[in-house]
């Protein structure tokens, strides 16, 4: 499985972004980080359905700067890349996009350890939602990682 990850106008690449591949019982198959021109290469048997996380890495320098995004139901393919466009942190994020971000933070919240909770919060404080449900989901979302990083 391959792919590109840009920005949300797809006019920039976004290098160093993490992208884990998750079988169904959220099992990691592959992981890898995108290069200077945004692509990506991750070695996944073809066939599987699978789900994909492009997120950032708390160790990194852009762990801020950007917000999650989740493919679910993916089928592995070589000959077709799956790309995916970034909303960066304080942007408004339109209702897809912003339940892709809350999907994604979702998912990190059942894989990841508490060094990502505190960059989570970061990042989940700065969603510009636009409807009072996902409001509601992220403000969720955000005590769980607040509660995690203050653990």
Known sequence: MHG????VTGDEPISMIKVS??????????????NDDGSYSVDVPAGETVTVRFD???SLDNA?????????????????????????????????RG????????????????EYAAHATTRLSQIKQNTLLLQH???????????????
């Open 99 to 114: 339940i892709d971000v809350l999907a994604a933070f979702l998912l990190a919240s059942a894989v990841e350890g508490p």
């Open 4 to 7: 590109h990850v840009r920005t």
């Open 56 to 58: 950032t890495h708390h």
């Open 137 to 151: 989901i992220q403000a969720a979302l955000l005590q769980h990682f607040t509660e995690r990083a203050d653990a």
């Open 21 to 34: 591949v998750y079988r169904p019982d959220l099992t990691l198959v592959d992981r890898a980080y995108t």
């Open 64 to 96: 801020d700067g950007w917000q999650p995004s989740l493919v679910t139901d993916a089928v592995t393919d070589d000959a077709v890349p799956l790309d995916r466009l970034l909303v960066p942190v304080g942007q408004f994020a339109d209702t897809a």
